[in-house]
């Protein structure tokens, strides 16, 4: 009995179904069946989404196989939000070239083919691609262990994949190519250079209209394009991941900064700097040389190697073990802002949200066992009060449990694990198990923010260690006279102060609060003999430890408004000869437009109204 056929006679209709769960197994709804309990996965569904973003990719390897003869295709999984296809072009394409493609895809969705799986040993299957030149799919079948694998055929198409997938291309309607980008075959940068498509497909076509303007929505907020248009960062070609902060994007990031600091002072916090540089013996100790050597920097003094840091903990470690440590110093909680450097590929770097060189506001609390859920619920009522209360973002919390490469004893993590749980549940923080993810020296809670169109943010992250404490040997004096081993806690607030600082740009769309904007007021004299007055009103604001800038240009004043708005100064004061005369400035707001004549008084006022974090 087909699945289909299974569904049926259990009773389910087959409207928008576009495979089957077979005990918990996705397959097709062609697929064989013979007992087990099965279910129906439906188009609009997370599992049907990702069964007809597959389809998707095939189909769209079927267009370009039509389109441009002698293509080679490597591989094309669905992703999140979509699909992507990488193919070695027998010459280069370009954006123009999607159009015709995806026109290509509707023809071939109008043809309803049927999509059929079918099973073949592993030497035919060789065959069978060698035959058509498909050398990439090739070098997959031979890393297969099995004596079999499966292809998808849809009319004159043949792909290797496991499935599943929809019945037929008639299924595929509502979906766009939105893309291209470099793809290095199997992320290898010795291996050639393919062209990646990549595209999008729903359930229905209101889906895909929703998405597409949230995307475009997106594109107006790219921190890149807001970044150069607001003179706020740039990346150079000299310096790749490395990103450059102009002026007013020092104004933001010091901002940043002040808050932090005030606020982890207020905490009972204090603030140290570790070196950049660091002998390569100490990152062997703390297990980054075998867990994240491929993602450092080394560089040799005096013949000895070292390494550029990518991580603060192991050099707060050594201030804390710089000094005898009591029972009564603790809990000793020390935070750092410091510069790391990563090298990451060249292919995922982006903006600010990828880069090779960000400060990671960290910060290492040293305590005992018994004060670990108190320290853990004082670091997430610190998130709660920066994520929700400051900068108004909701917040989703992720408990990241053992990963395959985990350090230490099982033991050690099953406790770190259950107190990292307790805490949670004593705060009443809700909270989804993430399986594995954890740090390879211990448990984490992450923090997931959602911006202003719905996108999620891991920036917070509190981690659990119980083993950085053993590799190093770090103690301190208990009440009885006897050295006892502190627990270590991990945590960072904004993660990277630049990709936060990314992730506000395309929150705020480039029109920062009040606290962040880099030019507060902007001055808008109507004529030069009104100087004199301008230059006044400046001081005045500058006294007062506002943020000003003067328009001088011999513009017409609409012309001024409209470039201030389009700079996103959160207030404008137009000065004329009646406001000169009375000692008085037009307000203009760039969200409620013209607030009247103001003296400076009351301008005051409506400043001192403006949030400031405490």
């Known amino acids: 009995m087909k699945a289909l056929e299974a569904l049926q006679a259990l009773g389910f209709s087959l409207d928008g179904v576009v495979a089957a769960k077979v005990d918990g197994v ?3 709804l062609e697929a064989t069946v013979s007992g087990g309990v099965v279910e129906p996965i439906t188009a609009d569904s997370p599992e049907g989404l990702e069964v007809i973003r597959h389809s998707a990719s095939h189909l769209m390897a079927q267009a370009v196989l039509r389109l441009f003869p002698g293509a080679k295709l490597g591989v094309g999984p669905a992703i999140k939000d979509g699909f ?4 070695l072009f027998p010459s280069p394409i370009t954006d123009e070239d999607l159009p015709r493609i995806e026109e290509e895809m509707r023809r071939i969705s109008q043809e309803d083919l049927p999509v059929e799986r079918v099973v ?9 691609f060698s035959n058509r030149g498909e050398r990439f799919k090739v070098e997959l079948i031979g890393e297969i262990q099995d004596d079999t694998v499966s292809i998808y055929r849809q009319g004159e198409f043949v792909d290797l994949c496991r499935g599943p997938h929809v019945r037929s291309t008639g299924v595929l309607r509502n979906f766009k190519l939105l893309s291209l980008a470099g793809a290095y075959w199997r992320g290898d940068e010795k291996n050639v250079m393919l062209t990646r498509i990549y595209g999008t497909a729903f359930h229905s076509k209101e ?8 995307l475009e929505e997106a594109r107006q907020r790219d921190h890149r394009k807001l970044g150069r248009e607001l003179d706020i960062f740039s990346i150079q070609p000299e310096g790749p991941g490395f990103p450059f902060f102009h002026p007013k994007g ?9 808050f932090w600091k005030r606020e982890h002072k207020r905490r009972g916090y204090l603030e140290i700097r570790t070196p950049l540089i660091l002998d390569r013996s100490l990152w062997e100790r703390s297990g980054h040389w075998d867990h994240y050597r491929e993602n ?4 040799s003094i005096d013949e000895r190697p070292f390494a550029v840091k990518p991580m603060n903990c192991p050099g707060g470690i050594l201030v804390f073990k710089s000094s005898t440590r009591s029972y009564r110093d603790l809990p000793l909680r020390m935070s750092e802002l410091g510069v790391v450097h990563r090298h990451e590929r060249s292919g995922v770097l982006h903006g600010l ?11 290492h609390i040293y305590c005992t066992p018994e004060q670990v859920g108190e320290e853990i619920a004082g670091v997430i009522d610190l998130m709660r009060y920066v994520y929700k209360d400051v900068f ?3 917040y989703k919390v992720e408990l990241s449990t053992r990963p395959d490469n985990y350090m230490g004893s099982l033991d050690m993590w099953n406790l770190a694990e259950d107190k990292l749980r307790e805490t949670l549940e004593a705060t009443g923080t809700e909270y989804k198990v993430n399986p594995g993810d954890g740090a390879f020296y211990g448990p984490k809670i992450d923090f997931h923010l959602e911006d202003s169109i719905g996108r999620t943010w891991q920036c917070g992250t509190i981690q659990l260690d119980f083993q950085m404490p053993e590799k190093f040997d770090v103690s301190y004096v208990g009440a009885d006279g006897m050295e006892h081993r502190p627990v270590m806690i991990h945590r960072t607030v904004f993660g990277s102060l630049e990709r936060f600082l990314g992730i506000l740009i395309e929150h705020y769309a480039g029109a920062f609060p009040f606290w962040l904007a880099p030019v507060q007021v902007k001055i808008l004299p109507v004529k030069p003999e009104l100087g004199d007055y301008a230059s006044n009103v400046d001081q005045v604001l500058k006294g007062w430890g506002i943020r000003t800038e003067m328009d001088w240009r011999d513009e017409k004043l609409g012309r001024k408004i409209r470039d201030a708005q389009v700079s996103k100064v959160p207030y404008m004061l137009v000065i004329g000869g009646k406001e000169a005369e009375s000692s008085t400035v037009a307000v203009r707001h760039r969200v409620n437009g013209d607030l009247g004549a103001m003296s400076l008084e009351s301008l005051k006022a409506v400043l001192d109204r403006e949030f400031r974090p405490r």
Do not use: K
Request: charged share 25%.
């Open 26 to 28: 996705s397959v097709d």
């Open 296 to 299: 450092m920097y080394f560089t």
């Open 207 to 214: 889906a895909l209209d929703l998405y597409l303007a949230r």
């Open 84 to 87: 992507y296809y990488d193919i």
């Open 250 to 258: 020092m104004v933001i990031l010091n901002e940043l900064v002040d």
């Open 353 to 363: 949200m990828r880069v090779r060189c960000f400060t990671q506001d960290d910060a």
């Open 120 to 128: 073949l040993p592993r030497g035919e299957a060789v065959e069978l």
């Open 392 to 394: 108004g973002f909701p």
